[in-house]
């Protein structure tokens, strides 16, 4: 079985989209920052991260440019409700840049989050 | 002994000498009699005004009346300069060209011995334009405002959104694993959790017309032809509107081609035909009219910028109620709607103010009540001829694209800087390279000396600072121009007067894109 890390900072949404992936059979694992996101990934064998990107505790963008270093085997999929630098750089594209492989805007459905999920897995 | 005034006391100047001293002012100066009865103007007068000293001596200032005031107005004027104090304000007049302008005036009340006003003495400055340029100012920066506000809303509305709707899949799923539930209840929770759901989509779609109003979504531009386009929204458009709608056509031929996206001027157009329909709920004419035209003194309606030079206009009038003028101001905001018992938003204009800026375009609007309003959209054109099909614009767009000239070096030990300034740069057409570090810099900047217009470096980074870099770079080309990036605080970084010469510029990171481009601009345009 797959272990999926899913970080986000709003405890609502690691619930709905744990849920959207237990369905799949895939274990999955929770952080509520960046900084717990590494503390699990030093601990446990993950096979991909989802992550929100704005986090007050080490946002999305640093976890993907650490991972890029210390894991670069790990494929990541960026979440994440809008927002930019200056409103014109989109995090989810800044997430594309520097690492994700996948990036999914909120609101998205479970169809989507499976998807993305599962052709990342497939690699 | 009384002392005698000496030939350099005010007293012996000679009257005449007051008298250019008044008519040199720049502000003009009104004296009246106690009856309000001019007796002297100013040459500023007539300036201001149009009116000359002949045309005004023996009138009454009340010439000058533009209506816009009414008699409380004046009456409380009367009332303080006749008990003797002095009155100052603004004050809406009229040339005699009849056109308005506002005059900031300050009217002084002299008294004889007996302390019993005799005369009024009034000075007065056209501030029309100031007024404009404070309101514009205000105007742009409630706008800014208004957009920050949305963008953070809409952030965080998404983020619970994602929750709203992923439940309400989640429900979905698990009641059609439920087979012990009866089939009458299992379809009443189906049909509530869909409404849940649809209201949560129809919640999402109104988050991204938010976001297209304070423009996060960027746009890719391309060169299309206009008349084409319109042609093809109108026959479109045509088929779906009431038939109590007359459409007329009116676009010009040979129109040059536009810097937009087809499917973003269909949006604009849609909205300013549903706009135009929507206030004609018993029918009437829609006209839509596309055409060069060159702008003088205009102003963007929902920016509020100054509107100069040659635009392609597109404008869509219609024969319905008009807006109030007071409505006017609230137009382009967010959920601003007259509509809201029919079940508007308010977000059509909101979106439409967000889309055309996003293509450096513009929008104007005139109105009269009962009559009618014409939304205009004025969009920059190149020079390129119109083409016939969108291919060959795209084909031609990439053929006539300048080529990068400025070469710019990007130095940064941090990768989302450099992707930052790559996307900002290159969007300018700037030739770019980058480097992670000093030791990389100077071997980039080593194979080409004099083929870099420019460096951005950032200041701490590991092994060489920006300054050290900036020490050596210097040795090999004096001219090159070097902008130091930092997280600090400018007097926060200790350099000496010689380290500080090194640089032409300073940029505090996190930087504003537009300051970082204004200081490119002036060193490129040097």
Redesign the interface.
């Known amino acids: 079985m797959k272990t999926i890390l899913l970080v986000d900072d709003e405890l609502s949404v690691r619930e709905v989209l744990k849920e959207m992936l237990n369905n799949k059979n895939y274990q999955v694992e929770t952080a509520a920052s960046g900084k717990q996101a590494l503390i699990k990934l030093d601990k446990c064998p993950v096979d991909l991260v989802v992550t929100d990107i704005v986090m007050a505790d080490e946002n999305g963008i640093d976890l993907i440019m650490k991972m890029k270093t210390d894991y670069p085997h790990i494929p990541v999929v960026a979440i994440s409700g809008g927002g930019g630098i200056e409103g014109r750089f989109n995090y989810l594209e800044i997430a594309k840049l520097v690492g994700a492989k996948e990036i999914l805007k909120k609101p998205f459905s479970a169809h989507e989050l499976r998807e993305a999920v599962e052709a990342e897995l497939k690699e | 002994m009384e002392r005698k005034p000496s030939k350099s006391s005010p007293e012996n100047f000679p009257l005449e000498l007051f008298f250019s001293a008044l008519n040199a002012a720049v502000d003009a100066i009104v004296i009246t009699d106690i009856d309000s009865r001019i007796l002297w103007v100013n040459n500023s007068f007539k300036e201001l005004t149009g009116y000359s000293y002949s045309e005004v001596v023996g009138k009454r200032p009340s010439i000058l009346k533009s209506g816009v005031h009414n008699d409380e107005f004046y009456k409380s004027l009367w009332g303080t300069i006749n008990s003797g104090k002095t009155w100052q304000g603004e004050m809406w007049n009229k040339k005699k060209n009849k056109s308005r302008y506002l005059e900031e005036q300050t009217i002084t009340p002299v008294k004889d011995e007996n302390d019993i006003v005799t005369h009024f003495i009034a000075i007065k400055r056209d501030v029309t334009e100031k007024k404009q340029i404070q309101k514009q100012l205000q105007h742009s920066q409630k706008m800014e405002d208004i957009?920050?506000m949305t963008?953070?809303i809409?952030?965080?509305?998404?983020?619970k959104?994602?929750?709203?709707?992923?439940?309400t899949?989640?429900i979905a799923?698990k009641l059609h694993e439920l087979p012990e539930l009866p089939a009458l209840q299992k379809n009443t929770l189906i049909k509530y959790n869909k409404r849940v759901f649809d209201a949560?989509i129809s919640a999402?779609q109104l988050?991204e017309q938010l976001?297209t109003f304070?423009?996060?979504k960027?746009g890719e531009f391309h060169q299309i032809s206009i008349k084409e386009n319109v042609h093809e929204i109108l026959t479109f458009a045509k088929a779906a509107l009431p038939s109590t709608i007359e459409i007329f056509e009116d676009i010009e031929n040979d129109l040059p081609s536009i810097e937009s996206d087809t499917s973003l001027l269909h949006q604009l157009v849609m909205a300013l035909i549903t706009n135009a329909v929507t206030s004609m709920k018993s029918g009437g004419k829609l006209t839509l009219n596309v055409s060069r035209q060159e702008i003088k003194n205009q102003y963007c309606n929902s920016c509020n910028s100054i509107l100069e030079g040659d635009y392609i206009q597109l404008s869509v009038s219609d024969t319905g109620i008009g807006i109030p003028p007071e409505n006017f101001p609230k137009l382009f905001l967010p959920f601003f709607t007259t509509n809201q018992m029919e079940g508007k938003t308010g977000m059509g204009l909101s979106v439409l103010h967000g889309l055309i800026h996003e293509q450096h375009g513009h929008v104007t609007v005139k109105s009269e009540l009962n009559k009618g309003s014409t939304f205009s959209l004025l969009f920059r054109y190149s020079n390129n001829v119109d083409l016939s099909s969108e291919k060959q614009n795209k084909d031609n767009a990439e053929l006539t694209e300048e080529p990068a000239e400025k070469h710019i070096l990007v130095v940064d030990d941090n990768?989302?800087v450099i992707?930052?300034l790559r996307?900002i740069l290159v969007n300018e057409k700037y030739k770019l390279s980058t480097a992670i570090n000093g030791q990389e810099a100077l071997k980039i900047f080593m194979d080409e000396p004099t083929d870099f217009n420019l460096i951005l470096t950032d200041q701490t980074m590991p092994e060489f600072t920006g300054v050290e870099l900036a020490k050596v770079i210097k040795t090999i080309s004096k001219e090159v121009p070097i902008i130091l990036m930092s997280g600090y605080k400018e007097s926060d970084i200790e350099l000496t007067s010689e380290e500080r010469s090194l640089f032409y510029g300073f940029i505090e990171k996190?930087f504003?894109?537009k300051d970082l481009m204004n200081c490119v601009l002036e060193i490129m345009e040097t």
């Not at chain 2, 809409?154 to 983020?159: D, P, Q």
């Not at chain 2, 959104?161 to 439940?167: D, F, K, V």
């Open positions: 957009g920050r963008g953070g809409s952030h965080n509305f998404n983020n959104l994602a929750s709203i709707l992923g439940y899949e989640i799923e949560g999402k988050v976001k304070c423009r996060e960027a990768p989302v992707e930052l996307s996190p504003k894109i």
